[in-house]
């Protein structure tokens, strides 16, 4: 599986901007999906996830930090993971990646990690000016 996001950019805070992770492979449909984010000078951290669907089911998960701002989704016939994001805030500044995990067992501790997602985009730079 190849991953590749796009959809960063340079924005004001409070406005918007929605990311694209696109995969290649049938599999991905499997995957649970995770979007991380970096900034400068910190270490990687959970932002939001989408679960594999069990029938028309698929559960999201997100960080405190971004809960009722981001929101995660997923379209199968486009094989494409989304991250809305809404109200953005200098903090939220970062080089965002999403990655797969083929593999998930559904505890938190499980989906925060990134040492668990096997499959990582190249990640988009999102500038978030005051």
């Known amino acids: 599986v190849q991953l590749q996001a796009s959809g960063g950019g340079l924005v004001q805070a409070g406005g918007s901007l929605r990311l694209s992770c696109a995969a290649s492979g049938r599999a991905f449909s499997s995957y649970a999906v995770g979007w991380f984010r970096q900034a400068p000078g910190k270490e990687r951290e959970f932002v939001a996830y989408i679960s594999r669907s069990v029938g028309t089911t698929y559960y999201t998960y997100y960080a405190d930090s971004v809960k009722g701002r981001f929101t995660i989704s997923r379209d199968y016939a486009e094989n494409t993971v989304y991250l809305q994001m809404n109200s953005l805030e200098p903090e939220d500044t970062a080089v965002y990646y999403c990655?797969?995990?083929?593999?998930?067992?559904?505890?938190?501790?499980?989906?925060?990690?990134?040492?668990?997602?096997?499959?990582w985009g190249q990640g988009t730079q999102v500038t978030v000016s005051s």
């Open positions: 990655a797969a995990d083929p593999n998930p067992s559904g505890s938190k501790w499980r989906r925060e990690s990134p040492a668990f997602y096997d499959y």
